[in-house]
């Protein structure tokens, strides 16, 4: 199998890590005893051996933390890590923190695959301390066959003696607007629960064809509609240089609320701007008379802003043949900057 190790969902896992930490605050390490009763009140109520003594360590922040190796009576093969986690955030602190659902993860995936598991579409790599599967897709055929393989190794985890969380993330590839370093616009994580990934996956690929413009055909009218109605937050409505407001039903902004250069394409085209090209590129005159072009491959990963800082990745278009960088997220521009090229504005709808 495939081995890589994800940061996706590191911000999640951040979160999730911090949740579990017992008696925040606490003004001294645990004992090994405390350590042993966190272990089976809020991880897993089984029977551990732990070694005697523990290891100190040096920590991210500088602290000491105290590390014991357990492992399961029942089962010595899976050893994990128990550990005092002493940290600082506004106020010293305490907790505890273990790796066991990353090792009992790695335990079952050899074994559900010694049985004839197949996870050979899938990666695996580790999101705080847990296991993660995670699968770049293709196409839809691509997508139910990733979250097949999820959802056969989450119903064999769930007949296990040994409880075992699980991350799953879903993203698609992205042939157009996906670029080295550029992270994903689709991609979604869960613990656990992998049709609950495919589902919001699936979502997720139909918003993005809906706001970008790009694969039009991959699903129905009736699709995008059913999805666009569960969020009504990414419709706008445009207002015209005389006051008067229009909304077009098909159309919707990015997630991050940024009109996509499939949406301009659009909007231009409805109308009336008359623009030369498609959803991917296309030229047109601004109301300035300058002969505009935009694509989703006018992109630098490292330009400078308007400012002379040097930011990772900017997108870019160009105007009477000079690059025009833009203030808005990735691919989209702002209702500012449609105002400047149009004279119209747009505002996201209440939700």
């Known amino acids: 199998m495939k081995k890589r190790y994800s940061i996706r969902g590191l911000l999640l896992g951040a979160a999730v890590l911090f949740s579990v930490l017992g008696l925040s605050g606490c003004s001294r390490h645990y004992t090994r005893d405390e350590a042993v009763q966190w272990f089976q009140e809020e991880v897993a109520d089984v029977c551990l051996a732990v070694s005697g003594e523990y290891e100190e360590r040096e920590n991210d922040q500088g602290y000491t933390d105290y590390v014991w190796t357990a492992w399961l009576r029942d089962l010595p093969e ?102 080295e370093g550029g992270g994903s616009d689709t991609g979604v994580f869960e613990r656990d629960n992998p049709a609950k990934v495919k589902g919001e996956a699936l979502e997720s690929l ?75 590129a296309f030229t047109f005159t601004d109301r300035n008379g300058r002969v505009c072009s935009f694509s989703y491959e006018y992109r630098e990963l490292r330009a400078l802003d308007e400012n002379g800082d040097t930011v990772n990745r900017q997108y870019y278009y160009l105007a009477d043949g000079e690059k025009v960088y833009l203030s808005g997220s990735g691919y989209c521009i702002t209702s500012e900057e449609l105002q400047e090229l149009t004279g119209l504005t747009y505002e996201r709808n209440r939700e």
């Open 78 to 179: 899976v050893r994990f890590e128990l550990v005092s986690h002493e940290g600082y955030s506004l106020f010293s602190y305490h907790g505890m923190q273990t790796d066991y659902y990353l090792r009992i993860g790695e335990y079952y995936v050899r074994q559900y695959e010694a049985e004839g598991g197949d996870l050979s579409l899938l990666e695996t790599g580790e999101s705080s301390d847990w296991l993660e599967l995670s699968g770049e897709y293709e196409d839809l055929s691509g997508l139910n066959q990733m979250a097949r393989q999820m959802e056969g190794y989450q119903n064999f985890v769930e007949r296990q003696e040994y409880p075992c969380s699980t991350g799953y993330s879903l993203w698609y590839s992205e042939p157009v607007t996906s670029w």
């Open 206 to 280: 139909i918003l993005y064809t809906v706001y970008t413009g790009l694969e039009p055909e991959m699903f129905t009218e009736e699709q995008k509609e059913t999805v666009l109605d569960s969020h009504p937050e990414q419709r706008f409505t445009l207002t015209r240089e005389d006051g008067a407001q229009v909304s077009y039903p098909g159309l919707a902004l990015h997630t991050y609320g940024g009109l996509a250069f499939g949406g301009f394409y659009s909007v231009l085209t409805l109308e009336g701007w008359e623009p030369e090209g498609s959803t991917e």
